[in-house]
């Protein structure tokens, strides 16, 4: 399995934007059924963002962040991306990046048990 690495988090302003990576070593991402990005704020459980069904590509948000993220995928680079624009306060979480094997992720793509592998996790504060 590949080893993912997210980067990219930092301390932004609402309304700001902020762009993570999370590249992957060991493996390629197309490997993989489904790849994805969650995130855990303090005192929640951890949620999925957004995910890339590697079949056909199709692309899912969760309400909270369409029409504000962007996930997107460089083959070549081996690397997937969150685009974050027009942030808000609620965004402040720790983000990780998630990949899985099973086939069960592109039925249930946001639910955390559906993948296998984790990067370690970029900080994200968005502040007033």
């Known amino acids: 399995q590949a080893q993912l690495v997210e980067s990219g988090g930092g301390l932004v302003q609402p309304g700001g934007s902020l762009r993570l990576s999370c590249a992957a070593s060991?493996?390629?991402?197309?490997?993989?059924?489904?790849i994805g990005w969650f995130r855990q704020a303090p005192g929640r459980e951890r949620e999925g963002v957004s995910v890339i069904i590697n079949r056909g590509g199709s692309t899912y948000y969760t309400d909270s962040v369409k029409g504000r993220f962007t996930i997107s995928r460089d083959n070549a680079k081996n690397t997937m991306y969150l685009k974050m624009n027009m942030m808000r306060t609620k965004g402040t979480a720790v983000y990780y990046c998630?990949?899985?094997?099973?086939?069960?992720?592109?039925?249930?793509?946001?639910?955390?048990?559906?993948?296998?592998?984790w990067g370690q996790g970029t900080q994200v504060t968005v502040y007033s």
């Open positions: 060991g493996g390629t991402l197309d490997a993989y059924t489904t």
């Open positions: 998630a990949a899985s094997t099973k086939a069960i992720a592109t039925m249930y793509p946001y639910e955390v048990s559906s993948y296998d592998s």
